[in-house]
Every structure is written in structure tokens, then in C-alpha cells.
């Protein structure tokens, strides 16, 4: 005991706020890649499956039931990545949740309904295709999809509301004292906030499925079966990628109006002015004047508000004071995620405009080996535009957790050992990022070489009885 | 309401030592069930049983959560504050146990597959003892309410908390022996219904032993959660007891359906008797219920989505179940057939 108290105590003793920061940044970003294929890819599977049962197609059902194996394995990795998450809000933001969390706490509720229909489904899904009638097995899977829809809203509403605190009633000493769950939950940023990520789980999820086959077709295997494969998941982004562009514009213009010193960090603008560039790339240097970059002049303005054009006048950073507005080199980051997102997300809308236009005019998905390869790089592309808009929304918010009334530095643990988790937890992680794909490759390659089975053991076909081992 | 919305966290709780903790204790029979040849069977049984059900079981812990820092974020700024360490192991093993769990079954290489086997049989046992630690600080009036760190290390590391620990992963394996035992049977499996029944016996008497020294150590320790073992909690405790040592007569013969509900109510019985006994206490002797009970409007919000849940969930819970045991969820997806035309294409 003595031990513990007079060596190890004091060794422990670090600030634990900026671990508490990583560690949160950390396992969100890894959990939030898990997200789009939770929510995306059973509707995928649901696509390939109805074509499947519909048109009796062989290929569409194969690609069906093996979508709903390797969902098994990223949901499961969702789950408990998720599960740490639900842990990290009380062990690393426990006053945080102390003073919040009856508001906070309240889209969670909703959430919870929604992960577990999710997960009841699921199972009964991925474990129902040899036993249930097809259309019966079909329908199984259509909860899946809706329970992700709204349940990546939920949570979404409860990262809005630390955006746009409202449906709370204080009392004079900053205690809450009423909650009204309604306006928590559909706080002023959660319609377009929602809306973004729901369409950035199809997109994302879309792109990184498409990425497996147009692989696997420039290494020639352009049979239906692949091709299936890649029409289904591009199509799915193809069609997310312009929504998504118009719906992250109006997104914008809400933190144009709702978050001006957010809006401010996003163009980098460090004092208020009207006619203010969009500059792509560039930095503040620390004396906090724009350095680098390529300004288009008028733009940023013209953007937060096209009927006033590039007389919009645009806050600075410079009119709150310097301890209430993202630190010179956050602002650096969100600038930079910002660039990354919109530039990233362009590029895309690129891509799918080369897909549309093919379909359109030759009838057919392009056949250049170039497109292919530009499919291949629109899986990584696409996560990294949400890597990039999460870091945007969170990094832009500081110095608050919940903007305008509470700061992150009195949010955080006391406990000074959060070091010690995060490096434990980043090791974990690495671990099971790298196992996960790993394992998934290693489910790939043996349905490759799968060659000992019979063709009759396939779903929905004439099965021999069961064979419980 | 405040009231209400206790009783739905220690529904939750309840449901989730059941159920979750049949699943952490088929993992401690993972654990022991010895090398890779001799284990083998029992491993499959333990596979066959928990396949479908898991992912679903432990959302409980989630709902656990949410319900306490929504409707009693006092408590649960105490609880997280206090119980860093145990919270943290536990946080830990829930992913390498869910992670690998999900992994083992992806893969068919048999090394693979036995390591992934050891981390997930490892965590369970942990977690349940994790979990099992806290509960005994708790009653033991070792986290101090208003948001407040308790002592990082005698919080969890106590008379109370080491009871509660055993007892946890004890109950655990008990519950989930009979339930295995009734899965073997429906595998018309007689060997390893012998062996999940020897099992069955060996942890529920264990699991006796270990109740009978931890009322003792919490006559001493824990005085307030003693009191109303005593009195109020004192049918439950009974309950649960009878229904224990009931599911072990049961197990005589063939196996019956009354014994898996005896041993699910010996579990359950057994947390409630906890939470009745700490009685009107969240963190006993230092917040009660109604002071750490979230504004109204809060309360309403989560007992209409618990209602909801009521509503959607139980169905779809029931569905599950009745698939599952009607065998009509055997494994995932099917075997699986070659790509065509792949013989010149693989690279
Ligand atoms: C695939 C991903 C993707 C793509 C292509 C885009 N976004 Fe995005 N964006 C996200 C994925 C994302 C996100 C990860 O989903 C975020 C983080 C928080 C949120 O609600 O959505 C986000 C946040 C986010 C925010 C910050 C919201 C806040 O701070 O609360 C803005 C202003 C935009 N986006 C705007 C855009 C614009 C104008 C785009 C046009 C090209 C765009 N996004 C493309
Ligand atoms: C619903 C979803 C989310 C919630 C509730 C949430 C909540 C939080 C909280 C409580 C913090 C700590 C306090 C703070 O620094 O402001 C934080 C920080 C952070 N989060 Fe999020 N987050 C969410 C999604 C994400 C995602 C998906 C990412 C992915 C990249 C992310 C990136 C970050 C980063 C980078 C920080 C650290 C900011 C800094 O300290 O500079 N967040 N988030
Ligand atoms: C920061 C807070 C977050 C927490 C506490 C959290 C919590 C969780 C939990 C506990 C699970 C597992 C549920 C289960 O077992 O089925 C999960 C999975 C999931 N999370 Fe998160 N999550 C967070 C961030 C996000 C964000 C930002 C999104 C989406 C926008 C999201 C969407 C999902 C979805 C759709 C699932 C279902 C599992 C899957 O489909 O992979 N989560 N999350």
C-alpha cells in the first residue's frame, strides 16, 4: 500500500486534460470509421439481397449473405469501440457529465432503443439464411437499416446539443434545473448535423465497399459477380456525394449564424471584415495574421451568404477574447480539416460525375483502368473527409465543451492516470485495427479459395437437414 | 418518477447479470476448459450457444449507462471518478473479449483461432469481476457523493469488493453451466450435458459458499446494505437460494426447463436483493434516489424510450430467442461456394 502511495502516486501525477483530449479524439475517430458500415452496409446487403430473391440471381444472393458475414465482424467491432465510448464520458469527462448529463444524457436514451434493435436484428439476420424463408429473412434485415438511420441520429443529436445547448433552464448558479428532452434533442444543430452524417455513412460506407471490388477487378477478376459488387456500393455513393454537398452548405451557413468564431477558425479569418477571401490552404503564423495559401477573393463571404454576396460581413476571431476562441493552432487544424473535407469531398463529386455521365451516355459504368483506380482511392479519400468534418466540428468548438457554457479544462477527470489508459488504449486499438482488417482479408481469401463445398450448400436452396455440431 | 427510473436501472442491471453474465460465464468454461483436444467439445457447445445472442446481451450494460448518467449523472460522476481503474479494466476486456469473440469465429485457423480463444476467455472473467469489485464498493459506502473522487485503490480493493468480486464471476459460471447443460441437451449431447452438469453443481455450491462468507463480510463492512439483506431484501435472498440449490435438483435426470429458470431467478433474485437492500440509496449513506434524480422532464424522456423499448424490443428479444431456440439461427450466413472463373485470375 505504501508502495502504491509514495511511488507510483506520484509518478502518475500528470495533467490529465490533455491525455483525457487524446484519448477521447482518439477512440472516437476509430469508432466513427466502424460507423458508415454499420449504417450503410446493410442496406446494401438488402439491395443485393431483394435483387437476389427477385430475379433469382445467384450472384446478387452470394454477394447478400456475404456482405452479412462481414458485417458480423465490423458491427462487433462498432459495438465495443462504441461500449468504451459510453465509458470514457464518465471516466475522462466525469463533471462534464455530473452537470450535463441529464441533458446530454437524453438523445442517449433514444439511441440505446435503437442500438438494440439494431443488434437483436442483426443476429437474426446474419444467422437466419440458411433456416428462414427468404422474404421472411429479407424483412428481418430491413430493421437493421432504419435502427441505424435513427440511431446515428441520436447520437449525432447528442453531439449537436454540445454545439447548440438548448432545452435546458438554469439556475443562477449555472445548475440545471429543468430539461425540456424535445428541445435537447432537436437542438438547432442536430436537422443538418444529422442529416450530414447520416449521408456521410452511406458515402463513406459506399466508397469503402466499392474500394474491395474495383480492386479485385484491376487485378481482372471482372466477372458479374464483382461487378455486382462494385455497382451496388458506388451507386449507393454516387448518389450521396452531391446531397452530401448541398446538405454540408447549408451546414456552413448554420454555423455562419449559430458558431461565428467556429465559422471564423473554418476560413480563417482573423478580424472582422466584409469581402473576405476563401483561402485554400495557408496557416496563421503566431502572431496570428494569414500566412500562405491561395485566397479566392470575395468567396468566403459570397458562400456565408449569396443574396448579400461579397458585402457579407464575416466575424473575426479577434472579437471574442483570446481565452474563449480555438487557440492559433487549433485554428491551423480546423482550416486545414476544413480544406480537407471540401477538397476531398469535390473530388468526389468529380469521380461520381464521370460514373453519371458514363451511364448516361454509353449506357454502362465506365471501363477505363483509371476510373477504377480512382474508386479504389475514393474508399481511404471518403473517411478522410469525415475524419476531417468531425475534427472541424469538435477542434472548432473549443475552447468549450458545451459551447458557451462550459469549458473542457473543467470537464475533465482529476484523475491523473490518463496517460496510462491512453497508451494503453492506443495499443489495443492499433491491435484491433489491425486484426480487424486482417481478419476480414483472411474471410476474403478463403471465399476465394473455397473450392471443397458443394454447390448445392448454398441460402434459400434445398438444404440437408441441419447439422448441429 | 424518480423512483420509476431507479427501477428501471436495476431492472437493467438485473437483466444484464442474467443474461450478459451467462455469457462472461460461458467464457469462464472456455477458460477451464483445459487443452485444445480435450476442450474441443465443450468449446464448440459453448460457441453453439452464445453465437447469436451475445451482441444483444450486452447492449444491457450500454442502456445501464445511459440510464444513470441521464437520470442520476451525480451518481455516475462519483461512480466514474472513484472506480477509474476497475471501470477502465472493465471498458478494456469488454473489447478484447467482444472483438475477439467476433474474430474467432471469422477465422478458421486453428492457432488463430485458440488465441483469440485464450483473450476472449481471459476477459471474461475479468469483467465480471470488475464489475462484481464496484458493485461491493458501492455497497460498501466507498464512493462519496457530489461528484467527488472516492480512494482510487481501497474503493475497489476491499473485504466487500473482493466478495462481490468472486461472487460475481461464481454466479456467473453457475448460471451459465445450467444454461450450457440445457444447450447440450438440445444437442442431444449426453456427455456434455454430464459435464456441464458436474459444472452446474461445483459453481452453484461455490457460489453458496462465497453469499455465506460475504454476509459476513458485509455484516461488518457494508452495515446499511446488512440491515436490509436482514429485513426488507430478505424474501428476495431466500428466493434466491431456494432457486439455486432448486436449479441443481432440477439438473438430476434429464434436464429440465424449470432449471433454467430457477438458476436465471437464483441470479436475478440475488441482484435485486442488493439494490432493495441499499434501499433508498444510489451510493449508500451518502445519495439517495430522489437527491441525485435528474429534473423531471429528463425522467419523462427516458421512461418514454424505456416504454418504447417495452414496446419494440421485448418482440424483437422474444423473436431472437424463440429463433434461436427453435434452431432456426444454426451459424452465419452458409458454407460458402468458390468465386467462379477464379482459377486464372487470383493474384
Ligand atoms: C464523407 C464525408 C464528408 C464530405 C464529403 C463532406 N463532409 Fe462536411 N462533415 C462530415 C463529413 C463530410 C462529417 C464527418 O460527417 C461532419 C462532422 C460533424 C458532422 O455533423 O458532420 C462534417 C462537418 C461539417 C461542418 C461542421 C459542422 C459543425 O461544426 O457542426 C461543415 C460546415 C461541413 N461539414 C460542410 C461541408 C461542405 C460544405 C462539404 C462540401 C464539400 C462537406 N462538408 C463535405
Ligand atoms: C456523437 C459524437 C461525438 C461526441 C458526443 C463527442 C464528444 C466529445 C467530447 C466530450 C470531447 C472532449 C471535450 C472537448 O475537447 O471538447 C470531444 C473532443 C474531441 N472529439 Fe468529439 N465527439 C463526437 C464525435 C467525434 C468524432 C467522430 C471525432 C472524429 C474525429 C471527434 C473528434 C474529437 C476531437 C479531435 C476532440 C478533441 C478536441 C480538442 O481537444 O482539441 N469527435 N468530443
Ligand atoms: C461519442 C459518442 C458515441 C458513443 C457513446 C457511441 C456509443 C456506441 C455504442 C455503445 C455502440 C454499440 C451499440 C451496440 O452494441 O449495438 C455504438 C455503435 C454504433 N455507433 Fe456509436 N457512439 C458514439 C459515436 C457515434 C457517432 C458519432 C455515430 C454516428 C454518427 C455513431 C453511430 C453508431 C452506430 C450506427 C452504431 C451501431 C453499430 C454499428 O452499426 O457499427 N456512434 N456506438
Redesign the pocket.
Known sequence: MTLFADVLIPVMEVNPVPWARAQMAFT?AF??I??P???SWSVMALIANYRGIRRADADAIRLAQRWSKYMAV??AV??VT??V??FE?GLLWPQFMGHWGEAFGVP?AFEGLF?FL??VFISIYIFGWRRLKPWTHFWTGVPIAVA?IF??VS??A??AWMNSPEGVTLDTAGNVVAVDPLGVIFNGAMPLMAAH?VIA?YLVGGFLVAMVYATAMLRGRRDRYHRLGFLIAFTVAAIAVPVQMGVGDGLARWVYSNQPVKFAAIEMVPTTSSDVPETLLGHLNSEGQVVGGVPIPGLASWLSDPSTGRATVVQGLDTVPADERPTNRQVNVVHLAWDIMVGVGTALFLLTLWYWASWIFRRDMPRSKWFLRCAVAAGPLAVLAMEAGWIVSEVGRQPWIVYNKMRVEDAATTNTGVWITFIAVTILYIGLGVTTILVLRGMNRRYREARRFEETDSPYGPREPAKET | MDTAAALLLFAAITIYAIFGGADFGAGFWDLTAGGARRGERPREVIDHSIGPVW?AN??WL?FIFVVLWTCFSEAYASITLTMFVPLTVAALGIVLRGASFAFGKAVFRQRARRSFGAIFAVSSVLVPYSFGAIAGGIASGQVPAGGRAGDPLHSWVNPTSVVMGLLAVSVTAYVAAVLLTWDARRLSDEAMVGYFRVRAVAAGAVAGAVALVGLFVVRSEASYVFGGLTSRALPLVIISAVAGLGALFLLRGRPHRGGRLAAIAAAGALVLAWGVAQWDYLLPETLTVSAAAAPSGTITAVLVAAGLAVLLIVPAFILLYVLDQRGLLPEEGVDDEPDRGSGADRA
Open positions: 472516437l469508432h466513427i466502424l460507423v458500415l454499420g449504417v465490423t458491427f462498432g459495438a462504441g461500449t465510448l459510453s464520458f442517449f442500438f439494431e443488434a441505424g440511431g446515428s447520437v449525432v447528442a453531439n452524417m455513412a | 451482441e450486452h447492449v450500454i
